[in-house]
């Protein structure tokens, strides 16, 4: 009754902290800017002179932004290359992911690129799912590509 | 242990901003903190470029689905290049907001503040209550398979044993909190009820039935706290933070008795021995104690020392606390007729004592003359308790 | 007045643009320590184990490593006796993700008959659990309201080392 | 009114400590925090802060564990979903204020607890990131990095000197148990994680809890002869985890506001000449160079600096002598009090292999990790 903590005796117990799943509204603001998102559209939010972009339903001072289309190009302002998860794991292909900017807008869009050699500060532009996979949500685009590449899709 | 000893700064609540209380709303979780926060900066006739500093308050990750949720709704509740810091302590979250909001002026560091609750229950399925099955003691607990409920429903049913209290004299809690709301605009649960109504209600666990509950909630709430010269600046009736106080008890909660939350009374006198309170029965006007469950309200104003220990339901019987009552509870429907964010809601029922303080309540206003009132949240595993005292 | 926020119906949100469903992955193995490791064994062998604070003298049940009020290491272990007496006691009637139960539960915590205890302690050796042989009745009247009660274990095959290998408290 | 560390003390620093629950591991460390401070939790201490998440610990409402392990119970106990900093900084404005005189703060993390360690920083992200599946939520340090490198003229090789530099260092430091003897080409030629950084510049995880004893300067010089001053302490938030695109690419905003606020209370001027050492952010090898910036170290450019050995422990400011986080690891919550804890150690002279000598001030810098762009900053001083 004494015994106390043998290694081979400790022990573990599993559990989770798991809701079934999570569904998450896109906000007043946000459906708005998913439908257009559905129809091929990228916005943003004009806040007096600025644009930011992606559009969130305030600007970063706390005003009321007014959505807008944006259209491109993109220009590609970092990237990143992802290799391996969080366990050392090789993904079965490397994920190139960008951060995209409007040249009149702050903020930005983070998304995947396509792109034989990515660089900084090359100008691209997304490429769409077809138009019935759509569902407003950023998955709606498959990736960006060099802009000066002809649409695949 | 000697807290408050030194504290000298004053600190003023001169804002408050609520979003609608509903099952289910469109907003997203920054979306509702945004409302909240813009409301409440509105209303203090500021602008964010004039907040200093931003404490957020939200209870449980595991509602809104996003891990380090304080991060997530940051933007929302104006914390862009700011100090911003969540405080999350289950249920006590709410009230512990403007505490927190109260050290960062009292410090001298922050002149304004901006004290953000914010909380989006709906997002997890099959219902929020699984994500509750989460707050248990993995090892010792969950194994058994409980729900939320079971915990306040032991809870309950000693109370009642020990104070030998019917489910209608409890009942009575969840009838004025409704009726309560009827008068507030944001209220999700507000109605005119009998007892019968209560004891006809389904059996959840007994003795908890379901309009023993205040229903799961989104929303947000949000406070404007100031140090004196500013507040003096701003408005003619700032309402001052007088006392804060803040306990947790043991996590072991089957080894103590629950009949009375001890660890309300330890917050309690924390924050009445800041505000100068000998005697809170006499000296608090108006309150609003923590009531998710009916019998908490009562459980918690024993705790608060506005009843004595097994009073509380004979003087709500006698209409001790009704709006027109000596000592009026709940007037703004409590979370019984509000519905019940979590973090939002303790937030909330300080924002509805700055109202009355202030006389600004409309058709909710108490009978009475206010000068002093005090908020609890509750919360854990009966164990926490963050009580806020008011003055005008 | 205009109060933010907007109410939407689950079909309207159904048909909504830019929803997004989530399944999350979030799983532990928890370390047991050194303290619940014992408890947990003693469970699988039948026994309820405590610890004693060799500061203050109470027992501490469940086990820790330290005695929380006084904060000092706890001290030796003991087995504590199978019986007790309840508390308080619940019917519930929902299921922990809020379904509804085809049977109730009855769970209860129990005051443990330790060593050296009156009964009427604020602070106690204490065990949550269910109860087994206890009507609905019993609990709503008051009735299981300091009933005596004793540990029924599942069979030494069928044990884990989990607080569930004792199946329940039954009343004698 | 100056505040102070009158007291420290810490448990586990291994990837893993199977015989311990989260617990037992705070209590282990704040029995030895109390002790070095000489005060006895029940009786003394006026309020107790914790920093921990739910999702790390596998725990809704988490705060219902805090108070028992640290002496809290019955007492005025809060806890803060932040980084350890940010509790330090609360502690000190409750100081400040007059609240209390005393008081501890904790914070701990056990990664090795949590089997689904991506999925829990997964569930960090927005919704919308999330629903992309970018493979490893770190890549949002690889934008960082990939920027930083475009806006620095500092190459890859920078970044794995560092990790050579705070690895090999950590040797020393009997807590840094993912340190390594390593040489450059070693990391350069490794394969990639997330471009630009191999794994060797990713630190790796650590269960670990620390306990800290503050105290006002009253109550500081009844205790200690010799305490640890708390000279300035700030956080700042740049932009939301909901508002990553907000983000200024390449930079950390957040530790720049910091700074500046934590300098002014110190009334430092100069950081680098006015203090001796710093404990900087390094959980990705570029974060060192990009922090150093930010805090006002480097105007001439890090990498510079860091390839003419000057942040070196032998160098004229030694940045990371204990190793930083590359050797010592991360631990959700705990890690800007790791970083704390080797400086605290360092200013006193107890710091064994690692220590300098003659340093009397600190500077200590911590990012929250992703997916947050919150950052504290702290300066010590003997």
Redesign the interface.
Known sequence: MNRRGGRGELLHVEGSMEADKYVYPPGVLGSEAAKALAEGKLTGIRCGEKLIVPPRPYCPDHSKGELVEVRGPWIVESFTIVYEDMYGNMLETPQVIAVLRHEDAEGSIVHFLKAEKPRVGMRTRPVFKSPEERNGTLGDILYFEPAEQASKK | MRTNVHVKKRVAIVGAGLTLFARRLLETPAELAWEAASRALGSAGLALKDIDCVVIGSAVDGFDGVHMKGEHIADGAGGLLRPTVRVAMGGGTGVMVPIAAWWHVASGLCKTVLAVGEEKMSHAYPHPQAVFAYIWHPILERPLGPNLIWIFALEMAWYMRECKASKEDIALVSVKNKRNALDNPHAQAAANITVEDVLKSETLVWPVQLLDISPVSDGAAALVLADESVARRITDTPVWIEGVGFALDSSFWYNRDLSYPRYVEQAARMAYKMAGIERPWKEIDIAEPHDPFDYKELHNLEGLMLARKCEAPRLLKEGHFERSGELPTSPSGGLLGMGNPIAASGLMKTAELFWQLRYEAGARQVKKAVHKAVASSWGGLMQTSTVIVLSR | ?E????????EE?RK???????????????????????F???LKEG?I?GKRCSSCGRIL??P???C????SPAG??L?LPQTGRV?????????????KLERPEI???IRLDAPGYRGDE?????????LCGVS?ED??S?RV?GARVRARWRPAEQRA????DIECFERW | MRTAIVGIGWSGFRPSVPELSFTEMMYEAAVRAYEDAGVDARRDVDVFVSCQEDFWEGIAINDEFAPDPVGGVMRPTVTVAGDGLQCVGQAYMMIRSGLAELVAVEAHGKPSDVKTLQEIYELALDPQLRALKPGNPFFLAGLDAVAYMRRSGARREHFALVAVKNRRRGLRNPRASHAASIELKAVLNARPAIYPLTRHEIAGFTDAAISVVMASEQKARELRSEPIWLEGIWWSTEVGSGSVEWHEWGSMPSARLAAKEAYRQAGLKDPRRQTDFAEVEDRFSFMELLFLEELGMAPEGAHKLLESGYFDAEGSYPVNPSGGSLSLGTSFEATGLMRLLEAVLQLRGEAGGVQLRGAERAVVASWRGVPSYTSAVAVLGR
């Open positions: 007045m109060i933010p926020g907007k109410y939407v119906r689950e949100l909504m643009k830019g929803v997004i469903e989530y399944v999350p992955k979030a799983k532990y193995s928890y370390s047991a320590g050194q303290a619940l490791s014992v947990l064994r003693g026994k184990l049940l469940p820790r490593e330290f929380e009020s006084c904060f030796e272990w087995e508390e308080t006691a619940s019917v519930s009637y929902i299921s922990a993700k809020r379904g769970v209860a915590i604020p602070e106690f050796p204490g065990i949550f659990h269910r609905e609990v709503m008051g309201f080392g989990s607080i569930t």
